[in-house]
């Protein structure tokens, strides 16, 4: 057992650890305490940076399909424009290729009055041969009697 002068100086002793390991434990809670804040606002800062990130390309998509925007509406008005100079280059193709297109036409007549059994194969040959050596009938002044009575 011990004497009552050992416990006496034992005592601060004892006080000196139990302070040295309260002061420790006080750090380790700081550091812990520490730690989660950190794990937390590095999280915060992780999804505000993943947000800025994609308000980014956002913002860079919503520019570039203006300008897309923009581009196509200036070259659709260039193209209408051209589709109107097309159209005239075309009509001014199909005045010139009128007699063609009217012979194709007195060709596909004939063909389907043959297929409906209305002229016989020799009489589809003869007119055939008519329509291709005549220079056939442009369709502008032509009345429907005319061009009736070409393909009789």
């Given amino acids: 057992m011990p004497s009552p002068t050992d416990r006496a100086l034992s005592t601060p002793l004892k006080l000196l650890l139990y302070g040295l390991l309260g002061l420790v434990s006080f750090l380790v809670v700081i550091a812990?305490?520490?730690f989660v804040f950190g794990l937390f606002f590095g999280l915060i800062g992780?999804?505000?940076?993943?947000?800025?990130?994609a308000a980014?390309?956002?913002f860079l998509?919503?520019?570039?399909?203006?300008?897309?925007?923009?581009?196509?509406?200036?070259?659709?008005?260039d193209e209408s424009t051209a589709s109107t100079t097309s159209a005239a280059q075309t009509q001014a193709e199909h005045a010139?290729?009128?007699?063609?297109?009217?012979?194709t036409d007195s060709v596909e007549r004939l063909s389907e009055r043959y297929a409906k059994g209305e002229i016989t194969e020799a009489e589809l040959e003869r007119r055939l041969e008519q329509a291709l050596d005549e220079p056939?009938?442009?369709?502008?002044?032509?009345?429907?009697?005319?061009r009736n009575r070409e393909l009789n």
């Fill in 56 to 58: 980014t390309i956002g």
């Fill in 96 to 103: 010139t290729g009128v007699a063609s297109a009217s012979e």
């Fill in 136 to 146: 056939s009938l442009d369709g502008s002044g032509a009345t429907e009697a005319e």
């Fill in 46 to 53: 992780l999804i505000m940076g993943l947000l800025s990130l």
């Fill in 32 to 34: 812990a305490v520490r």
């Fill in 61 to 77: 998509a919503a520019i570039g399909y203006a300008v897309y925007w923009v581009a196509s509406t200036v070259f659709s008005q």
